[in-house]
């Protein structure tokens, strides 16, 4: 199997707290794809932002957040290779916001040993307990309930067979930067 690359946003919140997804995280999009599969943490909150998602790659994995009212899953669970499993949350089924502690404990009832969340609004790459935890924080740069750090971001997962690497890009200055380059990782 080849390198898989996954674009990863959640917390879009359009339109009740942002008009749109800003253009510059649009055009980083455009420049880093072609991407094999999108995966959305929740926090869609419209049917339209639902469809864009969809046509961003030929594999589109959502889940329901706390805000959105669409019928989808609350949890996602896919293969990205062999004994490499991801799952997808919103995150608001553990508190506080982001604990990884109680996020590592969902990765392991899920038996998956990387996990996508968000709700926090924040950006991180973690590991904890043999899970990588990958929050690509908010692709609108909204706030959240628990705050968060208000500047728009995402994050791209790529698996190979060196493991798995992470970059975390947000926009700061008006112009999109890699904050975070993580890996390779691999699951134990």
């Known amino acids: 199997m080849g390198r898989r690359r996954v674009l990863v946003v959640s917390d879009t919140h359009v339109p009740e707290r942002a008009d749109s997804v800003p253009p510059e995280m649009l055009d980083l999009i455009e420049r880093l794809s072609p991407f094999d599969a999108v995966v959305h943490a929740g926090d869609l909150v419209s049917e339209s932002v639902l ?71 924040y950006p991180f790459v973690r590991e904890s307990g043999g899970v990588l935890h990958v929050n690509p924080g908010s692709l609108t740069g909204v706030w959240g309930g628990g ?30 930067r890699r904050t975070v380059e993580a890996g390779p990782w691999t699951p134990r």
Do not use: C, F, K
């Not at 706390?66 to 089924?93: A, I, K």
């Not at 791209?156 to 947000?170: F, K, L, P, S, T």
């Open 147 to 176: 705050g968060g750090s208000m500047r728009p971001s995402l994050a791209v997962i790529e698996v190979g067979g060196d493991g798995v690497r992470v970059e975390v890009y947000e926009l700061v200055a008006g112009r999109p």
């Open 51 to 121: 469809e864009w998602v969809r046509g961003l790659a030929p594999r589109a994995y959502v889940v329901r957040g706390n805000m959105d009212y669409l019928e989808l899953p609350e949890r996602e669970v896919v293969e990205l290779g062999p004994g490499l499993r991801l799952g997808v949350v919103h995150g608001h089924q553990v508190r506080p916001r982001g604990n990884v502690e109680a996020l590592t404990a969902l990765a392991r009832r899920l038996g998956v040993s990387v996990l996508v969340s968000g709700h926090t609004h």
